[in-house]
């Protein structure tokens, strides 16, 4: 049993009552290798903001769980290297799928832990996530449940349609769990796919696809229900067209891959919503630019010249973020 405290990590629970008061969101970033670690660690301390390092199921898979809690401590000792005197960083489980899976990484030292029983009856969802918090509390880890289900795929989180979240069930739920946070369903979904064509119109001055707006009555009535109550939004990567182009210039083939604008996570960022996931941007970010080198540089074959450069793409982009979008810079 290793408590997060030792590890220099912190939970949620502070980060989030400054956020919600200061109408700004933070970052959650998932991360699967160093280099997307070390952008997520340079760009959230030059711009001094708080972030959330995420760890998905197929992040584990791929790059092993206690590896991966290694490396988050290692950022929060790489955080002060880099000038930070007092880093605010936590470790979440995205999408625990098990009380098992909650309890190992509580174990382990992550910070906050997201128990995901969306897809469950109501009843089992309410039973799983108390029993989860129940355990997490008694560390201090904060837990994120969730109500309502999004579309998409991420890793191995899948739903072809999504249910917005029933406004009528978060007093009950978050009374009787206990949770800390709760994930909800207004629209957003997971991956690069959010929307097809036809569910978009065409803005005429750039000619790009604009997807329909997300359902902010439906965030309104919960913000309601739980006044001061902090909220997640999951799926929320824009899909920047930039480098959607710039893939497939470079020999790609993503056809119609529409996010969330931007302006309406600006406006949710400075609602009650006080946590923002993105992860598909920072793959494109990724991808493009490994593509550019691959292309203009075919004989390169040390993976710094072609990695080191899709690190400075993603630093690029998660300073973007937390500037342009969230808003969560300067309150370290
Ligand atoms: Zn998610």
């Given at each position: 049993m290793v408590s997060y405290k030792e590890l220099g990590l912190v939970n949620t629970k502070e980060m989030f009552a400054k956020a919600i008061k200061g109408g700004y969101a933070i970052p959650a970033f998932n991360f699967n290798n160093m280099e997307q670690l070390q952008a997520i660690i340079k760009a959230s301390v030059e711009t001094k903001s708080p972030v959330i390092l995420q760890v998905s199921k197929g992040a584990r898979n791929y790059a092993n769980q206690t590896l991966l809690r290694y490396m988050a401590e290692g950022a929060v000792q790489y955080a002060k290297e880099l000038g930070c005197e007092n880093p605010q960083i936590v470790l979440h489980l995205d999408h625990g799928d098990s009380f098992e899976l909650c309890k190992s990484?509580?174990?382990?030292?992550?910070?906050?832990?997201?128990?995901?029983?969306?897809?469950?009856?109501?009843?089992?969802n309410v039973a799983l996530t108390k029993k989860v918090v129940d355990y997490a509390?008694?560390?201090?880890?904060?837990?994120?449940?969730?109500?309502?289900?999004l579309a998409g795929v991420e890793d191995e989180v899948c739903a072809e349609h999504h249910t917005y979240t029933n406004p009528e069930e978060v007093i009950d739920f978050s009374t009787r769990t206990g949770c800390d946070s709760l994930a909800i369903s207004i629209g957003t979904s997971h991956g690069a796919y959010k929307f097809k064509p036809e569910q978009c119109h065409v803005d005429p001055a750039t000619g790009?696809?604009?997807?329909?707006?997300?359902?902010f009555d439906v965030l309104d009535a919960v913000m309601e229900k739980l006044p001061g109550f902090p909220i997640v939004l999951h799926g929320s990567s824009?899909?920047?067209?930039?480098y959607v182009e710039m893939i497939n210039k470079y020999g790609g083939n993503l056809e119609a891959a529409?996010?969330?604008?931007e302006d309406e996570l600006r406006k949710a960022a400075k609602s009650a919503v006080c946590k923002i996931n993105i992860d598909s941007d920072s793959r494109l970010a990724m991808t493009a630019a490994i593509r550019k080198v691959f292309a203009e540089k075919p004989a390169e074959f040390?993976?710094?010249?072609?990695?080191?450069?899709?690190?400075?793409?993603?630093?690029?982009?998660?300073?973007?973020?937390?500037?342009?979008?969230?808003?969560?810079?300067?309150?370290l």
């Open positions: 990484c509580v174990d382990l030292g992550f910070s906050s832990v997201m128990i995901d029983g969306s897809h469950l009856p109501y009843e089992e509390h008694q560390y201090d880890v904060t837990v994120e449940g969730e109500l309502g289900v790009r696809l604009v997807p329909p707006p997300l359902a824009s899909v920047p067209q930039e529409i996010g969330i604008p040390d993976p710094r010249k072609y990695l080191g450069p899709a690190r400075d793409e993603m630093e690029k982009l998660y300073k973007h973020k937390i500037l342009n979008v969230l808003g969560s810079n300067d309150k």
